[in-house]
Nanobody, 123 residues
Framework: VQLQASGGGLVQAGGSLRLSCAAF????????MGWFRQAPGKERESVGA????????YYPDSVKGRFTISRDNAKNTVSLQMNSLKPEDTAVYYC?????????????????WGQGTQVTVSS
């Protein structure tokens, strides 16, 4: 599967952004989908994941209550709604696909990655 992320940009602290990821070339509904981010000098980390059917989600404590992941299997898309953004949310955001079932995500669980989209939150 090929993934293409979009929707990044510059936003003020407290604002919102919605990232989207389009999937091509394979059966989208067969993949667990995740969003990750990587800030300069830091390791890539998960910010959310969603099960194949979209009924179960996972969020780390750092974004819980602020970020919402969703998917539309008919449109082969996964989205990340980010609210109450903070300067520490500044990073390159990546969507990723896993052949495995949903579980607390780690990078090694995800076999396919999009190209990343920059999110910058100004204070």
């Amino acid at each position: 599967v090929q993934l293409q992320a979009s929707g990044g940009g510059l936003v003020q602290a407290g604002g919102s952004l919605r990232l989207s990821c389009a999937a091509f070339g394979s059966t989208f509904s067969s993949y667990t989908m995740g969003w990750f981010r990587q800030a300069p000098g830091k390791e890539r980390e998960s910010v959310g994941a969603i099960s194949r059917g979209g009924s179960s989600m996972y969020y780390p404590d750092s974004v819980k209550g602020r970020f919402t992941i969703s998917r539309d299997n008919a449109k082969n898309t996964v989205s990340l709604q980010m609210n109450s953004l903070k300067p520490e949310d500044t990073a390159v955001y990546y969507c990723a696909a896993s052949r495995d079932s949903l579980r607390p995500p780690t990078i090694r669980d995800y076999q396919y990655w999009g190209q990343g989209t920059q999110v910058t939150v100004s204070s």
